[in-house]
């Protein structure tokens, strides 16, 4: 890739973005219709799981294909055909007759997705070379997940309320066509100087593992955990696990390449990002359902409420991408932990008269958390691996996020559902204690994380698994 003066980087780094908007966007407005949607469509709230869960389930099992295949064949083109397909999957969507289809057309959603984020990251990574304008760029990145979150609730419920939740997805179109159009005149292409071969059987592996486990937690709580289906889900999850790494660890190019997880600081920013978006992703679900199900708010109501948090997460990740570039990943990962370890804590006493202020005061401690937790991860993940594989190390990174919010909605959205008496409206609140307990453990599992893999042990494992690659980074370029 050529050397792109710095407003031409700027302007890869703005359409790069684009991607990422209309795809938070997209997750903030859904969760914020689900109520909607469960009323328009006679729909479950194990259908409403799977609405969600379908598009992050597959963005899971197919960003490190996407990232490798960028990679081989060009991270532009590939980018361009995600915005391609993400727009028509949204289109689809929005004209879904029922809850099965929307579920199907959301399939489709997720397969252009696939190909955007880890691909823009990647773009991102070869074009912003220097390590310190890398961290803040990827603080920009960070910044623009909560500008989505923060547009999300305000303008989903506007149209939720005014035109229906069908409308949701419009919005995704004319913004997908615009970022592939800008990004054929603008964003230079590029390729790994030796791209991987492709892995068939690896990436069965992972999606077996994956949807068998996601399918068996959402619908254990309906079928029974002693269902036959349900154990051989669970089964078939249990071997693809068992068979992956040795699988991958026989290949020249592995679809997920084991030598990445011997650097703790990579493994490390891995779990931090399951933990940290599982407790984004079971805090969106559940709490659309209790502001409109138990408290009867509106969805434009329920947005403004949840705006406080949507702010944070928009505001702090620039700054927390800065710190990370001056100081290192520890100050960040530290304080985000403690965050969502206080803003869980706070919803434990929820109830349906809950005041309305300490709901609030819950939901800045959220923002807070994830919006200084975001940048470090992605900088931890992808400075520690070399350039030339930024595709596969930005995807794993990405993986590990969609990982998170697929078992965050299944495992919070299955404990606590299981565990309502009664109607939703009335039983919800009570029963979501258990789910505001798992956000709490994840904070503290994050700040505990977030030391180990910041110390020196742990930055030298980092350069030494860089040295077993072609091209192996500098110390400097370690997230400290």
Known sequence: MPELDRRRRQLVLMICCCSLFVVGLDNTIVNLAL???????????????????????????????????????????????????FSAGSLACSIAPNVGALVGFRVLQAIGGSMLNPVAMSIIVNVFTEPRERARAIGVWGGVTGLSMAAGPVLGGLLVDAVGWRSIFWINVPVGIAAMILAGRFIPESRAPRPRRLDPVGQLLV????????????????????SPLILGCLAAAAVAAVTLVPWESRRTDPLIDPRFFRSVPFSGATVIAV????????????NALYLQSVRGFSALHAGLLTLPMAALCAVLPPISGRIVGARGARIPLVLGGLGLTLGGASLLPLTTDYPLWLLVIGYLALGAGF????????????????????????????????VGTALGV??????????????????????????????????????????????????????ETAATFERPVTPAMVAR
Do not use: K
């Not at 379908?54 to 990679?71: E, K, Q, R």
């Not at 999606?207 to 309906?222: H, K, N, S």
């Not at 937790?373 to 969609?402: E, F, K, L």
């Open 35 to 85: 109520p909607s949607i469960q009323h328009d469509l006679d729909a479950s709230v194990t259908s409403l799981q799977w609405t969600i869960d379908a598009y992050t389930l597959t963005l899971a099992s197919l960003l490190m294909l996407s990232g490798s295949t960028a990679d081989r064949i060009g991270r532009r083109r590939v980018f361009r055909t995600g915005l391609l397909l």
């Open 207 to 226: 999606m077996v593992l994956l949807g068998g486990l996601t399918f068996a937690i959402i619908e254990a709580p309906v079928r029974g955990w002693g």
């Open 275 to 286: 933990c940290a978006f599982a407790s984004l992703a079971g805090f969106l679900f559940l």
């Open 371 to 402: 919006g200084l937790i975001n940048p470090p991860i992605t900088n931890t993940a992808v400075s520690g691996m070399p350039a030339a594989q930024a595709g596969v190390a930005s995807a794993v990174a990405s993986t590990s996020r969609q």
């Open 410 to 463: 299944a495992i919070i959205g299955s404990v606590v559902t299981s565990r309502v008496t009664g109607p939703l409206g009335t039983g919800l609140a009570g029963a979501s204690h258990v789910g505001w307990a798992i956000v709490v453990g994840c904070g503290v599992a994050i700040m505990i994380l977030g030391l180990l893999t910041t110390t020196r042990a742990a930055r030298r494992t980092a350069e």
